[in-house]
């Protein structure tokens, strides 16, 4: 069975310094990765995805994250956070050897970035 | 704006009570996904339909059902609801196997 932990329920950053957001899986067979955004009252915005090739992604906003098959993580990264990057951020997995498309999303990391 | 639409946007019913959550996905998207999102339960995977069949179940109660219709659309059937049906349901859609974009969500209270 697939799954994915996001360790942290919320992360504050200080503007203009370097962001992190956690996040590893488990599956059987090779992971198809996403990451998707949520600000209050609207729906999840894709953000990027991982499906095979480069091991660092580049998505929308400035943001990347990097593939570790070693540690099973995909951690989300962006180099100079900004006061809008203030969300919800969730990790998504897919089992590539699954017959379904189903997903499983991560719980959320809430990301605060301080003025 | 990701081009998948749901109405209504908010909902208000009561216990007991029958509602029906409607979703148009992308233009040439054949897949349509419904997803639950409570504060305890994080984003739960209901149900997924692929050019009009089902494809894929999740934690879907017995008392929710759906349907996709020939011109892709899909509906969200909610019966016998109960107060812990209060959540947003969101629909994604995408093409065959590719990346899920999400509707805005419909606000279910149950009161």
């Known amino acids: 069975a697939q799954s994915v932990a996001q360790p942290e329920d919320q992360v504050n950053v200080a503007e203009g310094n370097p962001l992190t957001v956690k996040c590893t899986y488990s599956v059987s067979g090779n992971p198809y990765l996403f990451w998707y955004v949520q600000y209050p009252n609207r729906g999840l915005q894709f953000l990027l995805k991982y499906i095979t090739g480069d091991n660092l992604v580049k998505g929308s906003y400035g943001f990347e994250a990097e593939f570790n098959k070693s540690q099973t993580s995909f951690h989300l990264k962006k180099p100079s956070a900004l006061v809008s990057d203030s969300a919800l951020y969730f990790c998504a997995v897919r089992d590539l050897r699954n017959r379904d498309d189903k997903i499983i999303f991560g719980k959320g990391t809430r990301l605060h970035i301080l003025p | ?111």
């Open chain 2, 1 to 111: 704006d990701s081009g998948v639409t749901q109405t209504p946007k908010h909902l208000i019913t009561a216990t007991g009570q029958r509602v029906t959550l409607r979703c148009s996905p992308r233009s040439g998207d054949l897949s349509v996904y419904w997803y639950q999102q409570s504060l305890d339960q994080g984003l739960q995977f209901l149900i997924q339909y692929y050019n009009g069949e089902e494809r894929a179940k999740g934690n879907i109660l017995e008392r929710f059902s759906a349907q996709q219709f020939p011109d892709l659309h899909s509906e969200l059937n909610l019966s016998s609801l109960e107060l812990g049906d209060s959540a947003l349901y969101f629909c994604a859609s995408s093409v065959d196997r590719g990346t899920q974009y999400f509707g805005p969500g419909t606000r279910l209270l149950v009161l």
